[in-house]
């Protein structure tokens, strides 16, 4: 499937650490994920989304990338494909406005969703995947029912009317101003799943979320 790396922090932060020179960096991941690497963070207050349908092992650009980039909110994904062929527009990061997602899973039920999304969602939908889906299913009903409970709408939707191969529906969201992870795994829970770093708050202090 796939893997996320996300990090929220009280103050801009560099990457490279995590990416790059941790001993388990997540780099590494891009061995067994190699359908597409990608990240998404702010500037200025606004989304930024760079991503490359290649493993992130290949990718000539991720050092510079990673040594010259300080934020405070960062999700990034690696790529094992299930729907959707290997391009840009089906690798992760999603982003419409400030909002970026990352999911790691495979859900089923992909049109029966999309037959519910307001045309304006459907319209910026640029590939194939279940993913892009349900990011856009995510964000129709966070507009109308607000961050926490527009999130639990429209996952319970998906419980409701899932197939036998619906696996996970974990993922991170951001806006900008917080960073939202989801475990929610049907099976093979082990593998699914969502551990997170909490460091203290102190005037230097970061705290992370990953998925491994």
């Known amino acids: 499937m796939c893997r996320l790396?996300?990090?929220v922090a009280n103050r801009e932060v560099n990457v490279a650490f995590s990416f790059?020179?941790?001993?388990?960096?997540f780099r590494e991941l891009g061995i067994k994920n190699p359908d597409?690497?990608?990240i998404g963070y702010y500037k200025?207050?606004?989304a930024v989304v760079f991503k490359e349908?290649?493993?992130?092992?290949?990718s000539s650009i991720l050092y510079q990338k990673a040594k010259h980039l300080y934020t405070n909110i960062l999700i990034s994904h690696?790529?094992?494909?299930?729907?959707?062929?290997k391009k840009k527009e089906n690798t992760h990061p999603f982003n419409f406005g400030n909002w970026i997602f990352v999911h790691n899973g495979n859900i089923d039920i992909k049109e029966i969703i999309k037959e519910r999304l307001l045309n304006k969602y459907v319209k910026c939908i640029k590939g194939e995947t279940d993913s892009e889906i349900y990011f856009f299913w995510l964000i129709q009903n966070i507009g109308e029912y607000g961050v926490i409970k527009g999130i639990k709408k429209a996952i319970k939707f998906?419980?409701?009317?899932?197939?036998?191969s619906t696996s996970s529906l974990n993922f991170l969201l951001a806006n900008g101003e917080k960073l939202y992870a989801l475990r929610k795994a049907f099976f093979n829970k082990d593998y699914y799943s969502l551990f997170y770093l909490v460091r203290i708050p102190q005037k230097h202090s970061t705290s992370s979320y990953i998925s491994k």
Not at 20 to 25: N, Y
Not at 78 to 85: C, E, L, M, P
Not at 158 to 164: A, Q
Request: charged letters at 30%; aromatic letters at 6%; hydrophobic letters at 30%.
């Open 20 to 25: 790059i020179r941790a001993d388990k960096p």
């Open 44 to 46: 200025n207050n606004n």
């Open 78 to 85: 690696v790529r094992k494909s299930t729907q959707g062929v």
């Open 53 to 58: 349908p290649i493993s992130i092992k290949d």
């Open 36 to 38: 597409g690497w990608g």
């Open 158 to 164: 998906i419980e409701d009317h899932k197939g036998n």
């Open 5 to 7: 790396f996300g990090l």
